[in-house]
């Protein structure tokens, strides 16, 4: 079946530790997006890649870091100098059309302690 | 910037039809108006999106406004399956990169 793959589903660190969220997608789609979430709140952008090998900062990009190297992998690392990392992640992938919806991955809860 | 206003929460009554509003006063001739729904520690799934006109779906209709500032949402016979968090968004058809902003959503409570 087609669709966003993310694993895990649960995450636990220590504070001080880099640690990186995967995202697959088997949809052939070019766009991909990583959102935070908190908690009672939207999701807000975090990064978003048009095509393989580029990459476009979101809102709230600062203490994260991403690589597309294959259309259908965009995995997400949480360093350590994001100041509050626990949430739960999003990833997204669309066609490049406005009147085309992004299809979203099932998520990972982040736990920073 | 908030592009969209919705209210923070609203219910039905389980099997009555639910009109969930949203204002967007700030839209651009080139902006859709997608919704999704969020339900709890999932992924938001696709609703509807529109331009200008009505739209008809299997879940759900998307009225919008002559002066394309408001729409809103229509679930025809709400079921417990609906009790989710419904996001209006508005996205540029010249900026498709990342204009997708998630405001924080109506929260919508269906009563048995």
């Known amino acids: 079946d087609g669709g966003i793959t993310q694993s895990p589903k649960y995450l636990f660190r220590k504070e001080g530790q880099n640690v990186t969220l995967s995202c697959e997608q088997n949809?052939?789609?070019?766009?991909m997006y990583w959102y935070r979430q908190d908690p009672g709140q939207g999701l807000r952008l975090i990064y978003y890649s048009q095509i393989v090998n580029d990459f476009q900062k979101g809102d709230i990009a600062e203490g994260y870091s991403v690589s597309r190297e294959k259309k259908e992998s965009f995995p997400l690392t949480v360093t350590s100098a994001q100041k509050n990392p626990t949430a739960f992640y999003l990833c997204?992938?669309?066609?490049?059309?406005?009147?085309?919806?992004?299809?979203f991955g099932p998520g990972t809860r982040l736990t920073v302690t | 910037d908030a592009k969209t206003t919705q209210p923070n929460s609203m219910e039905s009554n389980e099997e009555e039809p639910v009109h969930l509003p949203c204002n967007h006063s700030t839209i651009s001739g080139t902006d859709y108006i997608h919704w999704y729904r969020q339900l709890p520690s999932q992924g938001p799934e696709y609703v509807i999106h529109?331009?200008?006109s009505n739209v008809n779906n299997r879940m759900a209709s998307l009225a919008i406004a002559e002066d394309r500032k408001s729409s809103t949402l229509i679930l025809h016979r709400a079921t417990l399956r609906d009790a989710a968090v419904y996001y209006c968004?508005?996205?540029?058809?010249?900026?498709?990169?990342?204009?997708?902003?998630f405001g924080t959503g109506t929260s919508l409570t269906v009563i048995p």
């Open positions: 997204a992938s669309s066609i490049i059309a406005s009147t085309y919806e992004q299809y």
């Open positions: 968004i508005l996205r540029d058809s010249f900026n498709t990169g990342n204009q997708f902003y």
């Open positions: 949809l052939n789609h070019d766009a």
């Open positions: 529109g331009l200008t």
